[in-house]
């Protein structure tokens, strides 16, 4: 895994997720909702995570359903 997460973003656990009653996946990244995920991709999503061994695979699962939302230009919310 050394070679996908080259930065170690996924051990500060930026996603989170939650899964709503009719099985819609909404990912959050800081807090804020970047994508929602229904039907069988859904489906494939949550049996990922529940085969995750480590919270970095969960991160990892959630990092590649989201595909490539950030390109460096975002402003971080810390102060």
Known sequence: MSNIDKRNRL???VFSYRVSKSNTVFIDYA???IKS???KGAERL???IQ???T???VQLALAKI???FKRGNEK???K
């Open 11 to 13: 051990n500060e656990e």
């Open 76 to 78: 971080d919310n810390k």
């Open 46 to 48: 949550i049996a990922r």
């Open 55 to 57: 919270d970095k695979d």
């Open 51 to 53: 085969q995750a061994e």
């Open 31 to 33: 807090g804020k909702v």
């Open 37 to 39: 995920v229904k039907g």
């Open 66 to 68: 989201t595909g490539n």
